[in-house]
């Protein structure tokens, strides 16, 4: 199994492709911006686009997506608030572009579901971390040890939480009894900066206080 992450968009942001290197079959994560980029990844790459997985409705996060499930079909999977989050530009702050942006997603999920990719063997727990927004998830992989995790927390760092639906107290409240209690060697894939690790969040990150 392949983790590709493709820097997109004026602010930064990271897209995740897992791609299981046999039958080319795919999640990615996060498509944020560059569709036409992105479109071209997956077809140079010959990619089975299954399913697009959003870890919160910020406009940087979500700007490609309907142009990929055009393309390619893949169910788009977002967070039960993000009924309200992903089909309101003033909450996926789209407001502040040019194109306000205003869809569905095929599947709500909530905490602690399990998202199955039969075709790739692979599974997707569901962590919601409400606090930078109020449809925050996390997606976390016991087979990859790995935990994709939007802005939620970032290396050495933690999300904003001073727009539209966030709660600073929420957030680290969530990080501490959701991330930080994941095993400690699991990868944490950021949507913005370095690729961290729980075991060193734990011992570096300053918003972070365990025992």
Avoid at 5 to 20: A, N, R, T
Avoid at 74 to 86: F, P, Y
Avoid at 178 to 199: D, R, S, W
């Amino acid at each position: 199994m392949k983790i590709k992450k493709i820097l997109v968009g004026p602010v930064q942001e990271l897209c995740y492709f897992i791609v299981d290197e046999d039958t080319k079959d795919a999640v990615m994560i996060d498509p944020g911006d560059e569709a036409e980029r992105l479109i071209s990844y997956i077809q140079k790459e010959e990619i089975n686009l299954r399913a697009i997985l959003i870890t919160h409705a910020h406009f940087d996060h979500i700007g490609a997506v309907e142009a990929i499930k055009e393309q390619t079909g893949a169910e788009i999977i977002a967070h039960r608030n993000g009924k309200k989050t992903l089909l309101d530009p003033n909450f996926n702050l789209s407001c502040m572009t040019q194109t306000p942006i205003s869809f569905e997603a095929d599947r709500y999920v909530d905490d602690k579901e399990m998202i199955n990719l039969e075709s790739m063997g692979l599974t997707f727990e569901v962590i919601f971390v409400p606090g930078h927004t109020m449809d925050g998830v996390a997606y976390y992989s016991k087979q990859l040890s790995a935990v994709f995790v939007g802005d939620i927390i970032f290396k050495n760092g933690v999300g904003r939480s001073d727009l539209p639906g966030g709660n600073a107290q929420q957030l680290i409240a969530g990080i501490q009894d959701k991330i930080c209690t994941l095993p400690t060697e699991t990868t944490i894939y950021p949507g913005h900066g370095f690729t961290t690790n729980v075991a060193d969040e734990i011992q570096n990150n300053p918003y972070i206080k365990i025992g």
